[in-house]
């Protein structure tokens, strides 16, 4: 009885194992993002600012002022503000100034003092802008007023070399950045919400995901809590002291939501003959049959020459030769695919280049057998 008692309690220590496995995978939630990661809160958000300056200390490698008339009156009306009045006659060649343009992007509650990186691109025909410095640049914002004060040598990512006619250059010369370039002189005024709500935006509009996200808030913070205006913003009653509403705020990021399965889309780039299409793509069983059409027409001239003393001119005509080939193409079928993987698997089947794929996939949506929406970018 003792040998039975523990064979029957080998057999089913293995099957008690796997019934709990199978428990904690069903009692497994799906995948879940945190909030902060598929939406954001009104109001809370960057503001672009935007500057024209000069780059000084160029080795040679700066605008040309012939070509460049602004790179002279910058630096004319620079000098002027500075005390130095230039004769009305003189011209000045320029080689080591080139006028750029510096972006950088204000974040949310920036106050002033703080630092942020700034973008310098050359406006006009500087070969590089390396080992260059940034003169004071005002930074405005789209309502004209300066938020902003940049400043700094300006760091290049590239490297190039000329002689002779020969030419060399790695990376970009004409495009650096300067971190903590700018200070910030002016806060932009945010408001978290009106009243006692916040409202959330989802990034991409989508009403069960809206639900879902309702749900989930009700569910942490009470009833009638969150309500959804549409698909993509959630109205959200919050505190309205500063301290309560930014730590509600805080535990509201942090909520795990698991989103709904987007809607199946394939992106094709006509340009580059990308493709790529999300994991809800679905395919129908098809028939396609792809072969390749190549014509080449080449032409060579034929000189006729007149026998001497006959007074006859020479005559160059043009002989054409058109060649058509035409590769046998087969029929394949493809069976329907639940997966991406056998999307793929059924596209590779086919053994068509990525051009080519842009019209067979452009041919099996218009014949219903590609579930999925095409978007042309």
């Given at each position: 009885?003792?040998?039975?008692?523990?064979?029957?309690?080998?057999l089913l220590r293995p099957l008690a194992a796997a019934l709990f496995a199978c428990g904690m995978l069903a009692m497994a939630p799906?995948?879940?993002?945190?909030?902060?990661?598929?939406?954001?809160?009104?109001?809370?958000?960057?503001?672009?600012?935007?500057?024209?300056?000069?780059?000084?200390?160029?080795?040679?490698?700066?605008?040309?002022?012939?070509?460049?008339?602004?790179?002279?009156?910058?630096?004319?009306?620079?000098?002027?503000?500075?005390?130095?009045?230039?004769?009305?006659?003189?011209?000045?060649?320029?080689?080591?100034?080139?006028?750029?343009?510096?972006?950088?992007?204000?974040?949310?509650?920036?106050?002033?003092?703080?630092?942020?990186?700034?973008?310098?691109?050359?406006?006009?025909?500087?070969?590089?802008?390396?080992?260059?410095?940034?003169?004071?640049?005002?930074?405005?914002?789209?309502?004209?007023?300066?938020?902003?004060?940049?400043?700094?040598?300006?760091?290049?990512?590239?490297?190039?070399?000329?002689?002779?006619?020969?030419?060399?250059?790695?990376?970009?010369?004409?495009?650096?950045?300067?971190?903590?370039?700018?200070?910030?002189?002016?806060?932009?005024?945010?408001?978290?919400?009106?009243?006692?709500?916040?409202?959330?935006?989802?990034?991409?509009?989508?009403?069960?995901?809206?639900?879902?996200?309702?749900?989930?808030?009700?569910?942490?913070?009470?009833?009638?809590?969150?309500?959804?205006?549409?698909?993509?913003?959630?109205?959200?009653?919050?505190?309205?002291?500063?301290?309560?509403?930014?730590?509600?705020?805080?535990?509201?990021?942090?909520?795990?939501?698991?989103?709904?399965?987007?809607?199946?889309?394939?992106?094709?780039?006509?340009?580059?003959?990308?493709?790529?299409?999300?994991?809800?793509?679905?395919?129908?069983?098809?028939?396609?049959?792809?072969?390749?059409?190549?014509?080449?027409?080449?032409?060579?001239?034929?000189?006729?020459?007149?026998?001497?003393?006959?007074?006859?001119?020479?005559?160059?005509?043009?002989?054409?030769?058109?060649?058509?080939?035409?590769?046998?193409?087969?029929?394949?079928?493809?069976?329907?695919?639940?997966?991406?993987?056998?999307?793929?698997?059924?596209?590779?089947?086919?053994?068509?280049?990525?051009?080519?794929?842009?019209?067979?996939?452009?041919?099996?949506?218009?014949?219903?057998?590609?579930?999925?929406?095409?978007?042309?970018?």
């Open positions: 009885m003792k040998h039975l008692e523990s064979f029957s309690l080998k799906g995948h879940a993002e945190r909030l902060k990661d598929i939406a954001s809160i009104q109001g809370v958000r960057q503001n672009q600012l935007i500057g024209y300056g000069l780059v000084v200390g160029l080795d040679g490698s700066g605008d040309q002022t012939t070509q460049t008339p602004f790179t002279v009156q910058s630096v004319v009306s620079m000098l002027q503000g500075m005390g130095v009045n230039l004769p009305p006659t003189s011209s000045l060649q320029l080689k080591n100034v080139a006028a750029v343009v510096v972006t950088a992007s204000l974040p949310a509650f920036a106050q002033p003092g703080q630092t942020l990186d700034v973008t310098v691109s050359s406006m006009g025909n500087a070969k590089s802008l390396r080992g260059g410095t940034l003169l004071m640049t005002p930074l405005k914002g789209a309502d004209g007023q300066i938020y902003g004060i940049a400043q700094g040598n300006v760091l290049v990512g590239g490297v190039g070399a000329s002689a002779n006619g020969s030419k060399t250059q790695v990376n970009h010369l004409s495009v650096g950045r300067i971190s903590a370039g700018a200070t910030v002189e002016r806060a932009v005024p945010t408001t978290l919400g009106s009243g006692d709500a916040v409202f959330l935006e989802l990034n991409d509009t989508d009403f069960s995901t809206a639900s879902r996200v309702v749900d989930a808030v009700n569910r942490r913070f009470g009833p009638e809590t969150a309500s959804a205006q549409d698909g993509r913003v959630i109205r959200v009653r919050a505190p309205l002291g500063s301290d309560e509403r930014v730590a509600f705020l805080g535990a509201l990021e942090s909520l795990s939501i698991t989103p709904a399965q987007m809607a199946a889309k394939v992106i094709l780039n006509a340009r580059t003959g990308s493709v790529v299409m999300n994991q809800a793509v679905t395919l129908d069983s098809c028939a396609v049959s792809h072969g390749n059409l190549s014509v080449v027409i080449s032409s060579q001239p034929v000189i006729s020459q007149p026998a001497p003393f006959s007074g006859g001119q020479t005559v160059v005509t043009q002989t054409s030769q058109i060649d058509i080939q035409k590769e046998p193409g087969q029929v394949l079928l493809l069976k329907s695919g639940t997966s991406l993987a056998d999307v793929v698997k059924a596209l590779n089947a086919i053994g068509a280049t990525p051009q080519d794929l842009l019209a067979i996939l452009q041919a099996m949506k218009a014949a219903g057998s590609l579930r999925a929406e095409l978007e042309i970018i």
